[in-house]
C-alpha cells in the first residue's frame, strides 16, 4: 500500500511504501502549539519507507532540544513531519491524502489538554505518556 501526503499549498508531498504505526493524539501545550489545533495527531513512519515527492527544498525545521522536531511547509505553514536526528519519524495526520488505513489509538498528556476540550470517548486516554511502550 503507497500512502500519500500533502501540505496545504499543495507544493510539498511525500509517499510512504509502507504503513502507518501508532497513531496517537497528543495533549500537550506544546503540540497544541506546534499543532495549531486541540492536540496532535501523529503516526509513526519507518524512515527508509518514507519518501519526499516534491518541494523538499520548500521544508523549514524547527528542531528541540531533545533532537526532536517538527518539519514544516515555508509557503504555506503546513506541519508534515516529525523528525529526529535528522530522519523523518513519523507524519501529522492532517496531510495525509484519503484513508491511510489507521485510526488513532491513544490520547496522550490527557492531564494537560486544554480547558476548553472534549475528548470522545472510545479510545484509551492516559494523563501522561503511557507506562508501556510507546
Ligand atoms: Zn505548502
Ligand atoms: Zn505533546
Known sequence: MKIT???FCGEVKY???GKLHDARSCHCSRCRK???SQASAYAIV???EFNWVSGENLLT???GQ???GLQF??????TLSGVYKGLVHGITLGCVNGDPDIKLGKHIYVGSKASWEDIAEGVPQYDGFPPTNS
Open 15 to 17: 509517499s510512504i511504501d
Open 73 to 78: 511547509c515555508s509557503k504555506c505553514g503546513s
Open 34 to 36: 506546534a499543532f495549531n
Open 66 to 68: 531533545h533532537g526532536f
Open 46 to 48: 519507518e524512515p527508509k
Open 61 to 63: 525545521s524547527y528542531i
Open 5 to 7: 501526503g500533502e501540505c
